[in-house]
């Protein structure tokens, strides 16, 4: 028997240099996938010891009384371990859903993590992750951002995960904002994962259907998470008092003069929750900057509610002013008005949404009402010359009066038509007629021309569009 020089434990002599590569190996993956740790602190056991780490995460944090205290922000000390304590989520991770099924049967199908930031996207890979680094299984992790994802990069990654098939393992990879990563290297990923190298997980808050070239997408399940629901924040601020033991009261003067822990009312989790949008970061950040001030209520107006998931160049950008449209369209006066200023309140463009009035006003009143398209045009007139103030007023009237003037739709349907009679037609589009040409009348009638035949193209005079 021999000791392995990186585990220190006894083997056959005759099994000892397969089991240092594979040792070498799992230890050189563990060290890849966090390389921000320091050059003195010891090496993590996770992957080489049966028992896993010495500490628990939860002994470890209910010795720390302050926030303060990590290193790290409050969301990424507070990141679940298990699918047992990770909140919210039940349609996709309750018990008896296939994904729950599969990831406790130890097998990561390929996956991209479609949701808003904060939902727990990230959360779900790290608890992906401390299954890849049991022991007993044969997956290994690791991790990177598209952002930052170079061809260097990614080309370390496959070389990995080519070692780990050589030695009957199989490599999971985690690419964070994935809608950040090049088309080429798409491209590549999509080669290593029909070979079947790598499974790889993405997450990202943009709509893959734009973000992530089609032949890559259909390899991967795509997996909805839904903003965090008001009870998920609550249970999730709740189990952070716990393991922080953080006193929660109803009343601050009756906490006791000898509580030398931190202490937070139920009323300050209600309003954490509140203010978070069903962001659980933002909630657990906002928990850690209230508990670092004794006397927190004057931060509390500085903590305006401005988390609203808004990206004016993003996807949220898109599905708020198709929203406005569609309340427009189905004469619902009440949803138009809220869908104005929901943009509005989120720091939309003002003319971006007096443009899509002018659109609605013609493709959905026509000529049914003239004064619609009229107004909507005054109203980007106006916002043009106006602060942004008085824009807003403009805004909510023009919406109001398209949302209750009657919707005749015939124009934009018509239009519709034609176009798809120019898009099915075989061969080469008609020529136009020699009567509608730009040609002198004195050389129509030289080449006998009939100004008097029809305006429609030869072959289509019989086709109706009005």
């Not at 931060?299 to 609203?308: F, L, P, Q, T, Y």
């Not at 189905?330 to 989120?346: E, K, P």
Request: with cysteine.
């Amino acid at each position: 028997m021999e000791i392995c020089p990186v585990c220190f434990k006894e083997f056959p002599t005759n099994e000892l240099e397969n089991h240092v590569e594979t040792c070498l190996f799992l230890h050189s993956s563990d060290t890849s996938s966090e390389p921000n740790r320091t050059r003195g602190r010891k090496r993590s056991s996770v992957l080489l010891c049966n028992g896993g780490p010495s500490t628990s995460k939860h002994a470890k944090l209910q010795s720390i009384t302050n926030p303060l205290t990590f290193k790290r922000p409050l969301p990424l000390e507070m990141q679940p371990s298990s699918l047992d304590n990770f909140f919210g989520h039940s349609e996709i991770l309750g018990k008896g859903s296939e994904l729950r099924s599969l990831l406790c049967k130890g097998e990561v199908p390929n996956m991209v993590l479609w949701g808003p930031p904060g939902c727990g996207k990230t959360s779900l890979a790290n608890i992906i992750r401390g299954m890849c680094e049991k022991s007993f299984t044969k997956l290994r992790y690791i991790g990177t951002c598209g952002v930052n994802c170079g061809g260097r990069d990614l080309e370390k990654i496959i070389m990995e995960a080519e070692k780990a098939v050589k030695l009957g393992l199989h490599m999971v990879v985690f690419i964070d904002e994935i809608h950040q990563l090049s088309k080429r290297l798409q491209d590549v990923l999509w080669e290593y994962i029909l070979r079947g190298t790598l499974t790889l997980i993405g997450a990202t808050t943009e709509n893959p259907s734009f973000c992530i070239k089609s032949a890559l997408l259909n390899l991967l399940r795509v997996i909805v998470m839904q903003k965090l629901k008001r009870s998920d924040l609550i249970a999730i601020l709740e189990d952070t008092t716990r393991q922080l033991s953080i006193n929660v009261v109803h009343n601050k003067l009756f906490q006791g003069t000898n509580c030398k822990r931190p202490v937070i009312t139920h009323s300050d989790i209600t309003w954490l929750v509140d203010t978070s949008d069903g962001d659980a970061r933002i909630a657990l950040n906002n928990l850690q900057l209230m508990l670092c001030h004794d006397g927190y209520g004057s931060i509390k107006s500085e903590m305006k509610k401005s988390h609203m998931m808004y990206d004016r160049r993003g996807e949220e950008h898109h599905n708020t002013i198709a929203a406005m449209h569609e309340s427009i369209r189905g004469s619902n006066d009440n949803a138009a008005i809220y869908w104005t200023a929901r943009m509005l309140v989120s720091g939309e463009d003002p003319l971006f949404i007096a443009r899509r009035l002018v659109r609605a006003a013609s493709e959905e009143m026509g000529n049914s009402d003239p004064n619609s398209l009229q107004l909507a045009v005054s109203t980007m007139h106006g916002c043009q010359l106006l602060d942004r103030g008085d824009r807003e007023v403009l805004l909510a009237q023009c919406a109001l009066y398209l949302a209750r003037a009657p919707t005749l739709k015939r124009e934009y349907f018509r239009l519709e038509k034609v176009k798809q009679v120019i898009a099915d037609c075989h061969g080469p589009q008609p020529s136009v007629p020699f009567h509608l040409r730009n040609i002198p009348e004195k050389l129509l009638a030289e080449l006998g021309v009939d100004n008097k035949r029809s305006f429609m193209p030869e072959g289509m005079e019989h086709l109706k569009f009005y």
